[in-house]
């Protein structure tokens, strides 16, 4: 961190003057520096100056145009072991309530941050307005396009995507495990002609083995058994009944 001084009466709105313009012509003009911060007074890292100092800058901030104003206090402590963070900012925040009753306090989207920047035995004090819009003071960040965070609507969700994989795999599954009974109607169908493969050798085997009788119901199930052990059905499925 460096500081530079300024003549400025204020330089929150030199500051927010250089990243407006950042952000309308979206041209980076800065190579080392990455975030520019405006202090607007400094004073001692004591807790109770702090406070004082607080309540002081708050009371000649103009907030006339929106007196209802929301906030947030944000601070960083570095080289000091007399102040702890969480017990600062609830002491800043009971200094904002008194300065600006009206204010109320916002976590997520706040109207402006009150930053307490401490360093060494120096605090470090400035009133941030459009924090977030300002991609919180970057130089670099604020120079960057706009991504548009809505989701489009002809896109589908991933619960979308993987309830339709899975309607798919069930659909060409139950088509496999129908396949094995269309094959065996035609096995019964046609169990006195000569057929090909394999299952046509079994079907003339059975035919012969009991003096040239017809197959009977039996051969019959032993055809079907037979038609769902080839080679052509996997393992691991199981078929199912015809018509299921």
Known sequence: NFFISTTVDNPERLVTAIFEDLKTKQEQRSRFIQRLLPVQTTCKAHIDTMKKTVETLLASYDDSATPELTYL????????????HNPMLMEIVQAVKTAKPRWTGELRKPDL????????NVCCISVMPRYLEFKKYNLLEVTKPQQNAEIPKESH????????????????RKEENNAPCEKNEESSENRDGAGDGSRSATAETTGKSDDNKPSSNEDRAELSTDALDGDDIDSDKTAKPCGD
């Open 113 to 120: 941050v009150l930053m307490l920047d401490v360093l060494h």
């Open 73 to 84: 206090v944000a601070g960083k402590i570095r080289h000091n072991s007399n102040l702890q």
């Open 157 to 172: 969700s991933a619960t979308d995507v993987s309830k339709n994989a899975d309607e798919d795999k069930d659909a060409k």
